[in-house]
């Protein structure tokens, strides 16, 4: 199982041009608002200052009207003398000193008989809210009279240029200053959103399936804000990561050990299922022969048994009397290696003397051994009175068995040595030296396995092959511990050890 460690990873490609805020000398939202803003802004300041001219235009042309009024009432006072004496060198200069005045925008002097004693611009195409009249009158002896007329225009133009010039003024104005607020808005926006958002889109595209970007970025804003909940969540997840990484490698770990728990299960199965079948089969062979010889010689026996001569039916029942050892023999390991199974089997422990026991089994192999030819060789190195804590029974069960084995895995004319003695401080050891074809070195480690007879299931050897089982499982049950050398075709050596109580103990106990 692959932990999908890695998430999908941001490239650079995959950026969308809308997460390239920052990218270049103006950010694309920057660019947006100054769009909106500037012209905006530019129409509402520019209206405003020309809403001003207007209110500035409106005052200055009643000004200009009012004046108009003043100007043709004091020129008709100014030019009555002029006229009246027909002296056109003054008016003349009256006229030039009128027009001198940039609101005038023509001028006409009527003489007495109703010519036009002089004239400036075209008085009749301009608007007549702009046009005034006034008669000029001259007051002598000879009394009151009209000696003349002056018409008189003004005109507003002035007016307007000078303010269109100022809206001009305005409009240029406006356009820098809000330049110069282009300029100060990129410059804030760059220090306090665009770095910050640029730090931002870096941390994202570096965030891979290994490492979280973060991002160093300190500000008491909404800014400094997102900065710092996204740093947050980038060790959220982090944290989510690692924990789900941990749990893959923790499920990975499992899953390994149940599918080998699973396969040495299985094997466990197969192997019981298959030693299952050769227990049987080897079963059936071994209860086979021992009974088929009790059958044997009790049919012969009961047929001519009266006839036959006195040491042929000796011979016949000690057949019997010996396959029926072998079948109790059979029968009762099997049942010691059941109860073993089920827990069920017996051990009382119990100070108990080892030289005694060994030498109460020695008694009867030594029967078994004689009729193989096998002679058992004892030493006991022992102190006197050394007792163990052991089932003297069960002791002498597993005495009995090393001892059977040695005897029956043996060569012809071979021989048994059994030493007791105690070469380590405190324990004593029981060895059982045969002089057989020993245990293949391949088989040395199935050789404690319940049933199973290292391939000597077809031999001419009887067994179960739980007898080194039942030895193993009492030794240790009862403190002690056994194990075995041995070198093919030269034999095996096979040796049990107990803690020793010590002389004392059986003087104690023995009371
Ligand atoms: P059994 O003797 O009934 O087959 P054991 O459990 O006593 O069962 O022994 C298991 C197997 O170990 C034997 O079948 C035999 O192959 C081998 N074995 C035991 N003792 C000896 C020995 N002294 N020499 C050679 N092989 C032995």
């Not at 920057?30 to 129409?43: G, I, Q, Y």
């Not at 108990?352 to 193989?372: F, G, H, K």
Request: aromatic letters at 8%; charged letters at 25%; proline letters at 3%.
């Amino acid at each position: 199982m692959t932990a999908p460690s890695s998430l999908p990873e941001l490239k650079a490609s995959e950026v969308s041009d809308d997460t390239r805020i920052g990218a270049g000398f103006i950010s694309r939202v920057e660019l947006r608002f100054l769009a909106v803003f500037v012209p905006a802004m530019f129409a509402v300041l520019v209206a405003l200052t020309a809403c001003f001219e207007w209110y500035v235009y409106q005052n200055a042309s009643d000004a200009l009207r009012h004046r108009l009024t003043a100007i043709s009432s004091n020129l008709s006072i100014v030019m009555a003398e002029a006229l009246a004496e027909n002296d056109h060198r003054q008016t003349k200069l009256l006229l030039a000193s009128v027009i001198a005045d940039e609101a005038v925008s023509s001028m006409r002097i009527w003489g007495m008989n109703g010519e036009i004693v002089d004239s400036f611009g075209d008085f009749d195409s301009e608007p007549e809210e702009w046009r005034a009249t006034q008669r000029v009158n001259f007051v002598d002896n000879s009394g009151f009279r009209q000696v003349g007329q002056v018409d008189i225009a003004f005109t507003d133009r002035h007016l307007i240029d000078r303010a269109f010039q100022r809206l001009g003024f305005a409009a240029i104005s406006v356009g820098i200053m809000l330049l110069a607020a282009v300029v100060i808005v990129h410059v804030s926006y760059s220090r306090s959103v665009g770095q910050p958002i640029s730090e931002l889109r870096r941390a994202v595209r570096e965030t891979d399936g290994r490492s979280r970007g973060r991002v160093e970025w300190r500000s008491d804003d909404e800014i400094g804000e997102l900065v710092t909940a996204y740093n947050d969540l980038q060790e959220r997840e982090e944290n989510s990561l690692r924990l789900l990484q941990e749990t893959q490698r923790d499920l990975e770990r499992r899953v390994s050990e149940r599918t080998r728990d699973l396969e040495f299960a299985t094997g466990e199965a197969i192997l019981a299922s298959r030693a299952k079948t050769e227990f049987l089969a080897a079963m059936s062979h071994e209860f086979r022969t021992p009974l088929n010889a009790i059958m044997g010689f009790g049919d012969l026996l009961a047929e001519d048994g009266t006839k036959m001569p006195d040491k042929r039916r000796q011979e016949y029942v000690r057949e019997i009397v010996r396959s029926g050892d072998i079948l109790l023999t059979l029968v009762s390991k099997l049942f010691d290696f059941s109860r073993l199974e089920s827990g069920t089997l017996d051990v009382s422990p119990a100070p108990m003397d080892p030289s005694v026991e060994v030498q109460s089994v020695l008694v009867a192999e030594r029967l078994r051994a004689a009729a193989q030819s096998i002679s058992i060789d004892y030493q006991t190195r022992l102190p006197g009175g050394q007792v163990i804590l052991a089932d003297a029974d069960r002791f002498r069960q597993i005495v009995a068995n090393l001892l059977a084995n040695a005897i029956k895995y043996n060569r012809p004319n071979g021989r048994v040595f059994v030493t007791l003695d105690n070469p380590l401080e405190g324990w004593c050891r029981l060895t059982v030296r045969d002089t057989g074809q020993g245990i293949p070195p391949d088989m040395r480690d199935r050789i404690f396995n319940p049933f199973d007879r290292l391939g000597r299931e077809a031999g001419a050897i009887d067994g179960v092959g739980v007898g080194l089982t039942l030895a193993r499982r009492l030794t240790e049950s009862m403190g002690g511990r056994i194990s075995f050398t041995s070198t093919s075709g030269e034999g095996s050596t096979f040796w049990i050890e107990f803690p020793l109580l010590g002389a004392e103990k059986t003087k104690s106990s023995a009371a």
